[in-house]
């Protein structure tokens, strides 16, 4: 298998998951037009958090524990026999997770959605039930994530879900009159048993992951990679467990706030992913491999420098999104039944999940350098303070401020769990270099400030001069965007930013060797 380099194999990935979540957000713009912020819109978003969004934490959760065993049995060729039983057993525990929580798909729903009552509390349960077969297809397509990532083949992971919206594209195109929000429930589970069988041609022909109908419960690995899965588990659904905190919150207050808040933290969500899980997918292999060589010196440079990479991407994503933010919601999803009302309310929820960016890129680098240390311990200890916080923070603010109240308690909740974990791992760790850290992020920060200036004003100028109507506000984010760009990079090598200097030089070194 031919290898790329770490920062060709980060580009390509945040390109082409980049490229999937454009063709999410057409997809999730077509439900917009089809539902509108309506009951049945509540009723699908509700189902959707309650399974495949929580069980894809789990399944990160699969692929994180998966790789380090990967990366030990392809450097020191130990542990085949472990791999074929962790493949095993992820696929009899999955169904039998199944299985349970279809039968208990009652009692848990109301409880969720205490909002709900009548036939709109039976729907979501229903549609809940018929989204449930896609959790054990999850659970076993992100353990051959993991596989893949451990033996650097990032391709198919980050293009699989090509597959699973094409198959909702045909759906809304020519079904959802026919079959409505069941019929949409059951292609998202049929999407994902599609990712699955995308992923197993080049796990067949490569033989990376060998599978047996078997399972030797006295294998040591086996049993670590079980009992490491929920904690890991639990951290990585600290976002997603936040998102049905707000939901909660947010069925209390009427019809259609659980929609919006979908709508908004959907849009975060993509962003903010694309990039971090980019740059994690790549590294997070890289810091197992520096442990096991026992170079600690390499391991600490390392998660220093994908900090610093992504505050640098982060910090003006967060500026430029919520300067944006309300011109691309517009034209992603204001027509048909999302009118500008759902717009406002998406706006709002999208701001304030959006200026938690860098807080979400910093706790999920910082986990994974925990866990390559081998510390399950800390990350449960930050995921559950976010969560007590925003629980707490959530009823008081939207007691005080209404629906503005929830996102702006998930965003506080959030630094507050960042600037503790990065605390900690300062603190254990002797070789974080600190002064190195704050450098780049006064940078950085000062050039996000100039750059929201600018488009400020650019955005005035261009919506005074362009024409109304979603061409002009097109023409007006490109523009944007450009500005910005332009500006926050010119501003960084003004301030003569390592990392820049750094990105320009494996860019000319590149391009020289494509010329020769």
């Given at each position: 298998?031919?290898?790329?380099?770490?920062?060709?194999n980060?580009?390509?990935i945040?390109s082409?998951t980049?490229?999937?979540?454009?063709?999410?957000?057409?997809r999730?713009?077509?439900?917009?037009y089809?539902?509108?912020?309506?009951d049945?819109?509540d009723?699908?978003?509700?189902?959707i958090?309650?399974t495949?969004i929580?069980?894809?934490?789990?399944?990160s959760?699969i692929?994180t524990?998966t790789?380090?065993?990967?990366?030990?049995?392809?450097?020191e060729?130990?542990?085949?026999?472990?791999?074929s039983n962790?493949s095993?057993?992820i696929v009899?525990?999955?169904?039998i997770g199944?299985?349970?929580?279809?039968?208990l798909?009652p009692?848990?729903?109301?409880?969720l959605?205490?909002g709900?009552?009548?036939?709109?509390?039976?729907?979501?349960?229903?549609?809940?039930?018929?989204?449930?077969?896609?959790?054990?297809?999850?659970?076993?397509?992100y353990?051959?994530?993991?596989?893949?990532?451990?033996?650097?083949?990032f391709?198919l992971p980050a293009t699989s879900s090509?597959?699973?919206?094409?198959?909702f594209?045909i759906?809304?195109g020519f079904?959802?009159d026919?079959f409505?929000?069941?019929g949409?429930?059951a292609?998202?589970?049929m999407?994902w048993?599609?990712?699955?069988?995308y992923?197993?041609?080049l796990?067949i022909?490569?033989?990376l992951?060998?599978?047996?109908?078997?399972?030797?419960?006295k294998d040591?690995i086996?049993r670590n990679f079980?009992?490491?899965i929920?904690?890991?588990?639990?951290?990585?659904?600290?976002?997603?467990?936040?998102?049905i905190?707000d939901n909660r919150?947010?069925s209390l207050?009427g019809?259609?706030?659980?929609s919006v808040l979908?709508?908004?933290?959907m849009?975060?969500v993509?962003?903010?992913?694309v990039?971090v899980?980019?740059?994690?997918?790549?590294?997070?292999?890289k810091?197992?491999?520096k442990l096991?060589?026992k170079?600690?010196?390499g391991f600490?440079?390392?998660?220093?420098?994908?900090?610093?990479s992504?505050a640098?991407l982060?910090?003006?994503?967060?500026?430029?999104?919520?300067?944006?933010?309300?011109?691309v919601?517009?034209?992603?999803?204001?027509?048909?039944?999302f009118?500008a009302t759902?717009?406002?309310?998406?706006?709002?929820?999208?701001?304030?999940y959006?200026?938690?960016?860098?807080?979400?890129?910093?706790?999920?680098?910082l986990?994974?350098a925990?866990?390559?240390l081998?510390?399950r311990r800390?990350p449960?200890l930050i995921?559950?303070?976010?969560?007590v916080m925003?629980?707490?923070?959530?009823?008081?603010?939207?007691?005080?401020?209404?629906?503005?109240?929830i996102?702006?308690?998930?965003?506080?909740?959030?630094?507050?769990?960042a600037?503790?974990s990065?605390?900690i791992?300062?603190?254990?760790?002797?070789?974080f270099?600190?002064?190195l850290?704050?450098?780049?992020l006064?940078k950085v920060?000062?050039?996000?400030?100039?750059?929201g200036?600018?488009?400020h004003g650019?955005?005035?100028?261009?919506?005074?001069i362009l024409?109304s109507?979603?061409?002009?506000t097109?023409v007006?984010i490109?523009?944007?965007?450009?500005?910005?760009?332009?500006?926050?990079?010119?501003?960084?090598?003004?301030?003569?930013?390592?990392?820049?200097y750094?990105?320009?030089?494996?860019?000319?070194?590149?391009l020289l060797r494509?010329?020769k």
């Amino acid at each position: 298998m031919k290898k790329r380099s770490s920062v060709f194999n980060v580009v390509m990935i945040i390109s082409l998951t980049f490229l999937a979540k454009i063709i999410g957000f057409l997809r999730d713009a077509f439900i917009g037009y089809s539902f509108g912020a309506s009951d049945e819109t509540d009723i699908y978003t509700a189902a959707i958090g309650f399974t495949t969004i929580v069980f894809l934490g789990i399944g990160s959760a699969i692929a994180t524990n998966t790789i380090p065993i990967v990366v030990r049995y392809r450097k020191e060729g130990r542990g085949k026999e472990s791999i074929s039983n962790i493949s095993t057993a992820i696929v009899l525990l999955s169904f039998i997770g199944s299985v349970i929580y279809f039968v208990l798909a009652p009692a848990i729903v109301p409880f969720l959605v205490p909002g709900y009552s009548g036939d709109k509390l039976l729907t979501t349960i229903q549609i809940t039930r018929w989204m449930i077969p896609a959790l054990m297809f999850i659970g076993i397509m992100y353990f051959y994530v993991g596989v893949l990532q451990a033996n650097e083949q990032f391709v198919l992971p980050a293009t699989s879900s090509f597959l699973f919206n094409f198959l909702f594209f045909i759906y809304i195109g020519f079904f959802i009159d026919d079959f409505g929000i069941v019929g949409l429930a059951a292609i998202t589970t049929m999407g994902w048993l599609l990712q699955l069988i995308y992923l197993l041609p080049l796990i067949i022909k490569e033989r990376l992951a060998p599978f047996k109908f078997h399972i030797d419960f006295k294998d040591p690995i086996l049993r670590n990679f079980l009992i490491g899965i929920v904690p890991i588990a639990l951290v990585t659904l600290t976002h997603q467990f936040n998102i049905i905190i707000d939901n909660r919150f947010a069925s209390l207050l009427g019809e259609s706030y659980v929609s919006v808040l979908y709508f908004g933290n959907m849009i975060f969500v993509a962003i903010t992913t694309v990039t971090v899980n980019g740059i994690t997918a790549v590294m997070f292999p890289k810091f197992n491999e520096k442990l096991l060589e026992k170079n600690h010196d390499g391991f600490y440079q390392s998660v220093v420098n994908v900090l610093r990479s992504v505050a640098l991407l982060l910090v003006p994503m967060s500026v430029g999104m919520i300067l944006v933010g309300p011109h691309v919601i517009k034209i992603i999803f204001q027509r048909g039944q999302f009118d500008a009302t759902d717009v406002a309310m998406t706006v709002i929820a999208f701001t304030g999940y959006t200026s938690l960016m860098l807080a979400f890129g910093f706790i999920d680098v910082l986990n994974k350098a925990f866990y390559a240390l081998n510390n399950r311990r800390t990350p449960m200890l930050i995921g559950l303070i976010i969560t007590v916080m925003n629980v707490i923070l959530s009823y008081s603010l939207s007691k005080v401020m209404g629906f503005k109240g929830i996102p702006i308690a998930t965003a506080l909740s959030f630094y507050i769990g960042a600037t503790i974990s990065f605390g900690i791992f300062y603190k254990m760790e002797k070789g974080f270099t600190l002064k190195l850290m704050s450098n780049t992020l006064f940078k950085v920060i000062a050039a996000a400030i100039l750059m929201g200036v600018s488009v400020h004003g650019t955005n005035k100028v261009a919506i005074s001069i362009l024409p109304s109507g979603e061409i002009g506000t097109l023409v007006t984010i490109i523009i944007d965007v450009v500005v910005g760009v332009g500006i926050y990079v010119l501003t960084l090598i003004l301030l003569k930013e390592q990392l820049i200097y750094h990105n320009i030089g494996l860019l000319k070194e590149r391009l020289l060797r494509r010329n020769k």
